[in-house]
């Protein structure tokens, strides 16, 4: 079964902010939403909108449809800056290996 849009948008947006080490309020604050409006948008109770999936975007520095490509990809298209320094805690993996490589990340507009 294959997963909804709005599904994958909320693991990777879940990926992401561990990934980052950012918490709901720093990333809601970036994106102009409260946590309370965060917190809905990832629990399912209300609906990402297209601005919202522009801002995550942005704040991520990366094109929109690498962040709507699911949280391998777009932890992959992650800018190495957005990353915690090298003294950080490794991240668990997103996902097992698969047996292609993912496709490159889009170039911004």
Same mark, same amino acid.
């Given at each position: 079964m294959?997963?909804?849009?709005e599904?994958?948008?909320?693991?990777?947006?879940?990926?992401?902010?561990?990934?980052?080490? &950012?918490? &709901?309020?720093?990333?809601?604050?970036?994106? /102009?939403?409260?946590? $309370?409006?965060?917190?809905?948008?990832?629990? /399912?109770?209300?609906? %990402?909108?297209?601005?919202?999936?522009?801002?995550? !975007?942005? =704040? %991520?520095?990366?094109?929109?449809?690498?962040?709507?490509? /699911?949280?391998? =990809?777009?932890? /992959?298209?992650?800018? !190495?800056?957005?990353r915690?320094? !090298?003294?950080?805690?490794?991240?668990?993996?997103?996902?097992?290996?698969?047996?292609?490589?993912?496709? $490159?990340?889009?170039?911004?507009?």
């Open positions: 294959t997963m909804s849009t599904e994958t948008l909320r693991l990777t947006v879940a990926a992401l902010m561990q990934l980052t080490r &950012q918490r &709901q309020p720093d990333v809601a604050a970036a994106i /102009g939403l409260t946590q $309370p409006q965060l917190s809905r948008r990832q629990s /399912g109770k209300s609906a %990402w909108t297209l601005t919202d999936c522009d801002r995550l !975007a942005a =704040h %991520w520095g990366m094109p929109t449809l690498d962040l709507l490509a /699911g949280p391998t =990809h777009a932890a /992959g298209c992650l800018p !190495a800056t957005r915690p320094t !090298a003294d950080a805690q490794t991240a668990v993996p997103l996902a097992p290996s698969a047996p292609a490589p993912p496709a $490159p990340c889009s170039a911004a507009p």
